[in-house]
């Protein structure tokens, strides 16, 4: 199934849910007709809108017309799970313009809920990514038609288990930093290895953005993570020698007719940004046997990818 990004982003603005899900390869509601539940006095109507192999998503509104608070929203979602262990919960006020969509990563007993909220009028590229990590097509299904659960519930997972760009993942960034600088060799001042850890950091989570913002590679919003998978296919730890130079220095620092046609085929699609953090450092100038492994670059991109990197979340 090809995502479409122009009627998928139309279904959300205009907050018609169950025909998005529909058009992301979702099964049709098993129970169409409205339920309603009372929590602490308060009565609430769930709608059931879409579900695909026991996996279920509700709308929630409350009788106030207002998304009910944190510690309401958990006794709702405990209650629906009683009968619905995989779920997903979308809070909507009266009129529709908030939606707070609602999951729970479990890890054994403890419970963590992932919130995202969707204000009517954003442009929604926040909640596009989201959405494409929960497409089905006829590929996902086996003979008999079906998809396990546990596919399903997965799929849940990557796009929902992120957490807001916060304190909490600056001091996991400051604590990646650390562990990065041990995995460059070929600088041996240790000034300079510090120095150069940011430069790469820096150069990196940017490009992590521009990624997550559909804008590299014909709109590939996992661009690093495929490129390590394909260079590690060719042979181990090619990924910073190989392929991250070229990308700095001849994708991002010269226009595609200046490049040469060994990275236009290794780097694909890839804009052309007239600025200096692209450019050759003083540090790589200085240093010309730098190495770092994949692994230094696996350990980064799981961190980044831990989190959300748009600017209307």
């Known amino acids: 199934m090809t995502f479409n990004i122009k009627r998928i982003r139309d279904l959300l603005q205009n907050f018609q849910f169950n025909d998005l899900f529909n058009e992301l390869g979702w099964s049709r509601p098993l129970q169409p007709q409205p339920t309603n539940m009372v929590i602490q006095n308060t009565s609430f109507e769930l709608q059931e809108i879409a579900q695909l192999s026991g996996v279920t998503i509700y709308e ?4 106030h017309g207002k998304i009910p608070d944190a510690q309401m929203r958990k006794a ?3 209650d629906i ?9 979308i809070f909507l006020d009266a009129n529709n313009t908030q939606s707070l969509w609602y999951w729970v990563k479990r890890d054994g007993t403890r419970q963590y809920p992932r919130e ?3 204000v009517k009028g954003q442009p929604g590229d926040l909640f596009l990514g989201k959405l494409e990590a929960m497409v089905f097509d006829i590929g996902d299904f086996a003979e008999a038609g079906k998809v396990s659960v546990l596919e399903v519930a997965s799929r849940l997972k990557d796009a929902l288990d992120v957490e807001r760009v916060t304190k909490r993942f600056y001091e996991d960034y400051k604590a990646e930093h650390l562990r990065f600088l041990d995995y460059i060799e070929g600088i041996d001042d240790e000034r300079d290895r510090r120095w150069y850890a940011s430069v790469l950091l820096n150069r990196l989570m940017f490009i992590y953005f521009l990624q997550r913002k559909w804008f590299i590679d014909n ?10 998978a394909e260079s590690r296919q060719r042979g181990p730890n090619l990924y910073y020698s190989e392929f991250l130079n070229l990308l700095f220095f001849e994708g991002f620092a010269k226009p595609e007719n200046e490049r040469s046609e060994a990275a236009r085929q290794l780097l694909g699609t890839v804009v052309y940004l007239n600025g200096g953090l692209f450019l050759l450092h003083p540090i790589e100038k200085r240093w010309s046997a730098i190495r770092i492994p994949d692994e ?3 350990n980064l991109l799981s961190l980044f990818a831990r989190y959300s990197w748009n600017l209307d979340d």
């Open 296 to 298: 230094a670059f696996e």
């Open 116 to 118: 995202h909220l969707y």
């Open 76 to 78: 709702i979602h405990k």
């Open 219 to 228: 709109g590939n919003r996992n661009y690093l993570q495929h490129k390590l």
């Open 81 to 89: 799970s009683i009968h619905h262990l995989e779920n997903l919960l």
């Open 60 to 63: 929630v509104t409350s009788q």
